[in-house]
Structures are given as structure tokens and as C-alpha cells.
Antibody, heavy 120, light 108 residues
Framework: EVLLLESGGGLVQPGGSLSLSCAASGFSFSSYVMNWVRQAPGKGLEWVSA???????YYADSVKGRFTISRDNSKNTLYLEMDSLTAEDTAIYYC??????????????WGQGTLVTVSS | DIQLTQSPSFLSASVGDRVTITCRAS??????LAWYQQKPGKAPKLLIYAASTLQSGVPSRFSGSGSGTEFTLTISSLQPEDFATYYCQQLNSYPRSTFGQGTRLEIK
């Protein structure tokens, strides 16, 4: 069974930093692209960042230069380091596994999410 | 950036109804489109990928179609557990992706 368990969310002041983790199990972690997707309260879904098994990284323009995605394949863990946080970063952050069938990618498993609140 | 526009944003329907949600892309994305269902307080759940392929375990009353810029999600006969918010997602610019704004499906 695929499990994705996020942790590290909480309350942080504007301008502060926070680190999220996602412990993965039930699949060959190093073989899959992993993503962070967020959802502001009462709003829609926003893709934040992705990382290939090799470590190549991708970011949404809204977080580029402030957030850093990384992974430790030996620990089956995905990370998101968030700096210079603003109120607009307040959201539930989901850890999301990619899958590929043929040449078609899709996000087949999502964690339960961890809430990040940026407020003074 | 590729934008996705879902319509309607809100839909009221009854158990047993057939409903269709549309997702339009700002440029052609072939069939690189997925649909998700999200219930309050829960993570999104994958329903359909590659525009029309049903994810394992998803009931056959869900179906998807389309290619290029226009896509539809159809629920053939609404069940009580189907009342939720539905999102489309484009993966043409993979691994970057974008989501539609969502369609909230409520009981009439």
C-alpha cells in the first residue's frame, strides 16, 4: 500500500522559514517524480514544485528562489524548505506521487496534507 | 503558461442525474489531462488520466473524453458519494502542471 505522510506544518511569522517532510512507503521511491501541491483555505489546487529521482528540480514562478525541494532516496523522504514566507503561502501542502503509464504522467497518490499558516 | 477553465463553477443536481463538467485549455494539450475528486477535508483523488483512462478502482459511471483544448468529465448516474469538488489538471508542460479552478457539485 502506498502511503505518503507529511509533517512539519505549523504557524510561522511573515518572513520566516519552515521545513516540510514527506515519508513515503509502499513503492520504489527513487523511481518516481515527486511533487508538492498546495491549496489555500477555501481555494483551488496549485502545483508548487517537483523533483525527479535523479534530483532535477522544478518550481512554480510563485515560489522560485524562496522554496527548495529535495529528496533522500535512502530514507524514502521528500522535503520542502520554505523561506521568506508570506501570507499568500498559507495553505495545506500535499505530497504527491507521480506515475507514468506509457508516456502519460499523472498524480496517482496524495498524502493527507500538512497545514502551513503564515501570520503574525 | 497554460490556463484551464472549468464550467460550470457550481452545479446542483439530484441523485440519478447525468452530469457533465467541461474543462477548456488555453492552448492544445493533446490528451495530457487528468480529473480529480476532492471531498471536504480530504486530499484529491485521481479519477481519470490521459483524458479518458479510468484509474483503477474508480466506478465506471465516471468517464472522460476530449483532446486538444476541450475536455469533459461525465458522471452517468449520480450517487450520494459523488457530491464533491472536481478539478481538471493539465500535464502537457510536465512536470509543471496547472489545475482548473474547480467545479463544486452539490445535491439539489
Amino acid at each position: 500500500e502506498v502511503l505518503l505522510l507529511e509533517s512539519g506544518g505549523g504557524l510561522v511569522q511573515p518572513g520566516g522559514s519552515l521545513s516540510l517532510s514527506c515519508a513515503a512507503s509502499g513503492f520504489s521511491f527513487s523511481s518516481y517524480v515527486m511533487n508538492w501541491v498546495r491549496q489555500a483555505p477555501g481555494k483551488g489546487l496549485e502545483w508548487v514544485s517537483a523533483i525527479r529521482g535523479s534530483g532535477t528540480t522544478y518550481y512554480a514562478d510563485s515560489v522560485k528562489g524562496r522554496f527548495t525541494i529535495s529528496r533522500d532516496n535512502s530514507k524514502n523522504t521528500l522535503y520542502l524548505e520554505m523561506d521568506s514566507l508570506t501570507a499568500e503561502d498559507t495553505a495545506i501542502y500535499y505530497c504527491v506521487k507521480d506515475n507514468i503509464v506509457g508516456a502519460i504522467h499523472h498524480n496517482d497518490y496524495w498524502g493527507q496534507g500538512t497545514l502551513v499558516t503564515v501570520s503574525s | 503558461d497554460i490556463q484551464l477553465t472549468q464550467s460550470p463553477s457550481f452545479l446542483s443536481a439530484s441523485v440519478g442525474d447525468r452530469v457533465t463538467i467541461t474543462c477548456r485549455a488555453s492552448q492544445g494539450i493533446s490528451t495530457y489531462l487528468a480529473w480529480y475528486q476532492q471531498k471536504p477535508g480530504k486530499a484529491p483523488k485521481l479519477l481519470i488520466y490521459a483524458a479518458s483512462t479510468l484509474q483503477s478502482g474508480v466506478p465506471s459511471r465516471f468517464s472522460g473524453s476530449g483532446s486538444g483544448t476541450e475536455f469533459t468529465l461525465t458522471i452517468s448516474s449520480l450517487q450520494p458519494e459523488d457530491f464533491a469538488t472536481y478539478y481538471c489538471q493539465q500535464l502537457n508542460s510536465y512536470p509543471r502542471s496547472t489545475f482548473g479552478q474547480g467545479t463544486r457539485l452539490e445535491i439539489k
